[in-house]
């Protein structure tokens, strides 16, 4: 039996994480951020779907056997009550299925919110420090397309202690 290959998360930042969608964090000294990211939307019937949604504890890692997206939407996960979280992506293999072996995992302050682009290849939200509550944004018509799941071939993610519960503000650089 073969040994699943292990992704290494690390701190995130928003030019790590661009190539699969943008970074949603605070306000900083300003009142609001209005079009802090991208919402779009490719099907005129699909509703937007404001939902809660409970992330299970990662303790000690996880094994990865399924990546999802959303082919007509972006995805928008707010933190309510999160300490840090794991966001786990992988780009397009050119041919609509995922590319696993180039998985990337990022480790996510709960202060920090994520926005999946459309199409976007991504596991399951995870916390990190204890489960975690977050809200979620995503355009939704109840058919088959609204979520596409895919089998990959098992990969395990795992991150450094010292990212849990101390990640800090991702850098904007």
Request: proline share 8%.
């Amino acid at each position: 039996m073969t040994t699943p290959r292990t992704v290494t998360a690390r701190r995130i930042t928003a030019p790590a994480f661009a190539p699969f969608g943008r970074l949603l964090d605070t306000p900083g000294t300003m009142v609001r951020r209005d079009f802090a990211a991208s919402v779009a939307n490719l099907r005129p019937a699909a509703r937007a779907n404001l939902a809660l949604v409970r992330a299970p504890w990662a303790a000690l890692g996880i094994e990865v056997r399924e990546l999802e997206r959303h082919p007509f939407s972006t995805q928008a996960f707010f933190p309510l009550d999160v300490a840090d979280y794991l966001v786990v992506v992988a780009p397009d293999d050119g041919s609509g299925a995922p590319a696993s072996e180039r998985a990337c995992a990022f480790v996510v302050p709960g202060t920090c919110g994520i926005s999946y682009d459309i199409g976007v290849w991504h596991c399951g939200m995870q916390a990190i420090a204890g489960a975690g509550l977050f809200a979620l944004l995503v355009f939704e018509d109840g058919s088959r397309d609204d979520t596409h799941v895919r089998p990959v071939a098992p990969f395990r993610v795992t991150w450094s202690e010292s990212h849990a519960g101390t990640a800090e503000a991702p850098s904007a650089d």
